[in-house]
């Protein structure tokens, strides 16, 4: 078993890159994500089919294609299939994942074909997929290079009684002299899982929870070995991994009529800890609480988030206000040190359990990721002790004249600042690091300029930052009784380095304890009815001030209890809390007790109750109390934060309406003007049709007040603002034919009183419209949310002649594969116009239909059903408007498209497409028009107005079984702004390609094509005659050849003038080539090599090319 394993880790797998993989999908009653078990998947190649119908992309589902998730508008019933179809790129693996079912996908390449199919079988119960790949890269713009692949899929029985799953994939690193050993946090996917008897052990990307109402109760994503085992009464588990995900807890309070985005890194350093910019947040590791109740993520939910910029915008389900209270437990991945994290649990179960438990999670310091650890630097790190903003360097380097970027220079006030003056024209490389606003001197300006605003004008600084390295221990004894009466204990032990590399700091050492216990009944009969009982139920919690917890253990809403500062930090603290619990199967509930919570600083006390009672099995009657109370040791302050609230609604019936009064009271935590007193007078009526249609509508009245100081009888509660809010959700059809819908319309209306009288109203909704059937189908979305467009900026980075993938072509930046060249898109905050920023729209939304006539008529022989029955007709509209601020939408723009002068960004894609099927054999002729329009910009430094539109006419034609025809004609207009200007011009192009297949292994094809562009800003004509040759030869089951050459000759009537790439086709005046040739061949049964050379030289000289050998052993 032994030598299985260890050939397991270092044999490889098939790789199913760059073909089309089928698979069905197992419903799971949700709608996802579901994973695909690919990533990398080439956009727009989906083919999504349920229950006979093809499903709409950004209508039905949605897709991310770098991590091969969907997501579905609808829920997926159990046990229900859905086909999917796409193609990937040959950058990982399959993963394997239980509810995925391969199917086979017959293709013309054989050869391809066979290779997959192979597998290789250690037993009847074991079968091993993989491949080991090398590829050679050479080309005349760079170094050449060398990097290997592995993967691998195993499932099956290992050895008696041991059952193993799993996949490994290592893709695109650079061999080294000192071999391709990789770590285990290095490689791209891995996960691999034993099982036998009582024991299981799960080996790479996995998940680990802590164990729950601990102290030291924790959740992390990581890279590792999980184990666990279990022997008569004695079970535990343990657990080596890196790069674990850091948890935190962040909490902020929303603004009025704003629903995003919210940046988590922007929270303060008080709430986020050692959070970066540069910090990746882990996906789907988050909690997101909003007044206390977990959100759902999705668009067509409560919220979406994205990971890698670090923000949360919710949908017009949940209307954010300066009163909503929001909550977000999250991992992020630290960037800079690699981390390991060792875990470890012991218990033995009886009358009496009994565990312990340990943790260590540290930071290498020997291995920093973001930056390289010299002398200096560890000097840096090592002299901050434990202040982290103390660990930096300076970020200027005097190259001298002629070999940086930046002039020092002096200022009125004598202060000495740096000036970008052009690449290689300063004396000074200067490297700025982020900081917060206010607290740096320069601003960033764009295309890798860095301005000086004055000092604590700006948020950069010319510094260089390093993160402190690190460690922490916990441990801890844990006992507990079970039974209705029960009882349980925990003594726990932190220790905390807050800089590894420091002797400055002090060592945090620190202890917790926890008690627990109560008395439940299961069968009580009161008031004619059976209750589950829990009479009471206590804890207690003690904390020294140096004590330290790996994740969160208390409840979203727990600081809002005890009236306390958010996220403050509880050195110190000691807790009592007991309540007693009690319900029926129907719906009835009571809950009481109090609590009591005391530290260094501070002493709060709260009470609570909650009575939920089903009267008449028809009517539910309920009421909450929250009473809580706290006192400042310091200052003496105290304060208090009681919210009440009555509920009545109906449960049964077609009508649900239902009252709900809340009052709540704050009479502020550092001052009477914090305080606030706010009623709530809420309705709703609910209707449910056992048909098709259900609808809820909701409306909200709420009165605020705030407490202004004054003397002489003048101080008091004032209004603040009175609040009116209405909901609407209907909901028709259920069948996935004809039509059906959802609608949710917000109307928020606000009248201010202080600081100064004010209106605000905000329109909110979305809504989607379906009709299907088998010859027709239509859909129309929009969604109208009151969002802040978030501000990008690109910026393109030097790193060495082809290792990029764009290069400069006068002033404007091109896409080329080993070019000089990368992108970078930064994520700098929100847009905020002069007039205010934060009251803005977004209106996303577009229109979807197709249409078949085959089979409407078949049986006709009317001339009007032959052109019925062979036409296709689809049309395609999307279009996204972000509305500048101090705008008020009216309720007449809520749906429908409008037109509007002052706007952020506002651009839309028209696509419409008709086919006509001249006969059974594939012939057709087909029309395109496209129509695209994008105004302004959501990138800084850029505003943009690209139009085009494009007529395309195609006609394909068979002649006999070896020859087709295919002619295409363009007429197209374009108008666009690049970095050298705005180009406008008009385009013919008129192609030409016949094909013809000798054999049925050998295609050739021609390729002729001629355009003629008119460029009216420049004044210039611009003609390309183009002509090349493909030839395609398959060797059944043995390999293929291709070569492809091409020859296009552009005419400028301006030889002197600067051609812009768009206008000839990523073409230069005079004489272009590109020409690529291409073989594979299968060595034996499981192996093959692939050669590829491609070449490109452009009409001003620049010439691109690239030679790659690939080998790669398959089993």
């Not at 312990?356 to 290498?364: A, G, K, M, T, V």
């Not at 959501?938 to 068979?958: C, G, H, P, R």
């Not at 059944?1036 to 492809?1044: D, N, Q, V, W, Y």
Request: aromatic share 14%; glycine share 12%; with cysteine.
């Amino acid at each position: 078993m032994r030598q299985a394993i260890i050939l397991v880790i270092i044999m490889a797998g098939i790789i199913e890159a760059g073909c089309d993989i089928q698979l069905e999908l197992t419903g799971m009653e949700s709608t996802g994500p579901y994973q695909l078990g690919y990533k990398h998947i080439i956009v727009n190649s989906e083919k999504i089919e349920y229950r006979g119908k093809i499903l709409l992309y950004n209508v039905d589902y949605r897709m991310d294609y770098d991590n091969g998730l969907v997501m579905f508008a609808d829920t997926l019933s159990r046990n229900d299939t859905v086909k999917v179809t796409f193609s990937i790129l040959p950058i990982s693996i399959k993963s394997g994942y239980s509810l995925i079912k391969p199917v086979a996908v017959s293709e013309v390449d054989t050869f391809e074909n066979e290779m997959i199919s192979k597998s290789s079988r250690w037993s009847d119960q074991l079968e091993i997929i993989g491949s080991k790949g090398f590829v050679v890269n050479i080309g005349n713009r760079g170094e050449p290079s060398m990097s290997q692949s592995l993967d691998l899929n195993i499932s099956g029985i290992l050895a008696r009684n041991v059952s193993v799953n799993g996949s490994i994939s290592d893709r695109n690193f650079t061999t080294s002299p000192g071999g391709g050993t990789r770590s285990l946090d290095e490689l791209d996917r891995v996960f691999l899982s034993l099982e036998t008897g009582g024991f299981r052990s799960d080996f790479g990307d996995i998940e680990i929870n802590g164990i729950k109402r601990s102290l030291l109760d924790f959740h992390r994503k990581l890279t590792g070995l999980n184990f666990y085992g279990n022997i008569g009464n004695l079970n535990g588990s343990s657990a080596v991994a890196f790069s674990p995900g850091k948890q935190v807890e962040l909490f902020f309070y929303g603004v009025d009529g704003k629903q995003g985005p919210y940046f988590l890194h922007d929270l303060g350093p008080a709430a986020i800890g050692d959070i970066s910019v540069a910090s990746v947040f882990l996906p789907g590791t988050e909690k997101v609480y909003l007044d206390g109740k977990r959100l759902k993520r999705g668009g067509e939910n409560d919220y979406k988030i994205d990971y890698y910029e670090g923000y949360i915008e919710f949908t017009p389900r949940n209307v954010i206000s300066s009163r909503s209270r929001i909550t977000v437990e999250i991992q992020y991945a630290p960037e800079g040190y690699r981390r390991s994290f060792y875990y470890g649990t012991a218990f033995y179960e009886g009358k009496y359990n009994v565990g312990l438990q340990f943790i260590n999670e540290s930071d290498d310091k020997s291995r920093p990721r973001s930056f390289d650890m010299g002398d200096e630097q560890k000097m840096a790190i090592s002299r901050a002790g434990a202040t982290g903003d103390s660990a930096y360097i300076s970020g200027v380097k005097y190259i001298g004249q002629g070999g940086g970027d930046y002039l020092l220079e002096t200022d009125t006030l004598g202060n000495s600042y740096y000036v970008y003056v052009g690449d290689g024209e300063g004396e000074y490389e200067v490297t700025f690091s982020r900081v917060a606003q206010g607290h740096g001197d320069y601003q960033y300006g764009g295309t890798g300029r860095y301005i000086y605003v004055g000092t604590g004008n700006g948020s950069y600084l010319p510094v260089i930052y390093y993160p402190l390295p690190e460690s922490r221990n916990y441990g801890s004894l844990m006992f507990n009784k079970p039974g209705d009466i029960h009882f349980g204990g925990e003594l726990a032990v932190s220790r905390y380095d807050r800089n590894s590399l420091s002797a400055r700091d002090e060592l945090l050492t620190g202890i917790g304890l926890l008690g627990s216990g109560g008395w439940r009944v299961k069968n009580l009969r009161f008031a004619g009815k059976t209750w589950k009982a829990d009479i009471f139920d206590f804890k207690f919690r003690g904390l020294d001030k140096n004590f330290s917890i790996p994740g969160i253990i208390d409840p979203p809403e727990f600081f809002r209890n005890y009236n306390i500062q958010q996220n403050r930090s509880l050195v110190g603290e000691r807790l009592f809390e007991i309540q007693s619990t009690a319900s029926t199967i129907s719906g009835d509930f009571l809950n009481a007790g109090g609590g009591f919570l005391e530290g260094d600083d501070f002493k709060a006390r709260r009470i609570f109750g909650k009575v939920n009672l089903i009267t008449f099995d028809m009517l539910a009657l309920s009421s909450n109390m929250e009473v809580s109370e706290s006192e400042s040791n310091d200052t003496g302050r105290l304060s208090a934060w009681n919210k009440y609230e009555a509920c009545s609604k109906f449960i049964t019936g077609i009508f649900q309406p239902g009252i709900t009064y809340r009052h709540e009271i704050n009479s502020g935590l550092y001052s009477d003007s914090d305080g606030f007193i706010s009623d709530d007078y809420e309705g709703s009526l609910e209707f449910k049709s056992l048909a098709c249609l259900n609808s809820l509508t909701r409306f909200l009245y709420r009165q605020q007040k705030y407490f202004q100081n004054g003397g002489l009888g003048n101080g008091g509660w004032r209004n603040h603002y009175d609040q009116y809010q209405i909901e609407q959700n209907l909901v028709y059809g259920k069948t996935k034919s004809g039509f059906s819908g959802e609608v949710n319309l917000v109307w928020f209306y606000q009248k201010r009183f202080f600081p100064q009288r004010e209106y605000f109203s905000r329109n909110m909704g979305d809504m989607k419209i379906k009709y299907n059937s088998s010859n027709f189908g239509f859909t129309f979305y929009e969604s109208v949310n009151g969002s802040t467009p978030v501000t990008r900026v690109r910026e393109y980075i030097y790193v060495g002649d082809g290792k990029g993938d764009y290069r400069k072509d006068g002033d404007d930046y091109v896409p080329e594969p080993g070019g000089d060249y990368i992108e970078i898109i930064r994520q700098i905050g929100e847009y905020e116009p002069s007039t205010g920023g934060l009251l803005n729209y977004e209106i996303t939304g577009g229109a979807r239909a197709r249409f078949d006539g085959k089979g409407i008529s078949e049986n006709s022989e009317a001339p009007w059903s032959v052109i019925v029955n062979n036409i296709n007709y689809e049309v395609d509209l999307s279009y996204k408007t972000n509305l500048a601020g101090g705008i008020n939408l009216k309720a007449k723009h809520l749906f429908g498209l409008s037109d509007f002068d002052e706007f952020i960004l506002k651009n839309f894609d028209f696509r419409q497409r008709t086919t006509f099927r001249i006969n059974k054999t594939g012939d057709y002729f087909r029309h395109t028009l496209n129509v695209s329009r994008g105004q302004g910009t959501d990138f800084q430094f850029e505003n943009l107005d690209d139009q085009a539109l494009s007529n395309i006419v195609d006609l394909k034609l068979l002649s006999g079984g070896r020859t087709s025809y295919f002619i295409s004609t363009e007429v197209s207009s374009e108008k666009r702004w690049l970095y050298s200007g705005k180009v406008d011009f008009n385009k013919l192009r008129i192609g030409f390609a016949p094909e013809y297949h000798p054999s049925s292994g050998l295609r050739i094809a021609a390729l002729l094509n001629f355009s003629k562009t008119d460029e009216k800003i420049r004044e210039l004509q611009v003609l390309v005659y183009s002509a090349g040759l493909n030839a395609m030869f398959n060797f059944r089951k043995t390999g293929r050849l291709e070569a492809e050459g091409n020859y296009s000759y552009v005419d400028v009537d301006q030889q002197d003038i600067f051609l812009p790439y768009v206008i000839a086709g990523s073409k230069k005046s005079g004489d272009n080539f590109n020409g690529m040739f291409s073989a594979r061949f299968r060595l034996n049964s499981y192996s093959r090599l692939e050669v590829r050379y491609v070449y490109k030289k452009l009409g001003d000289g620049y010439s691109n090319s690239n030679l790659r050998l690939e080998v790669k052993a398959e089993f």
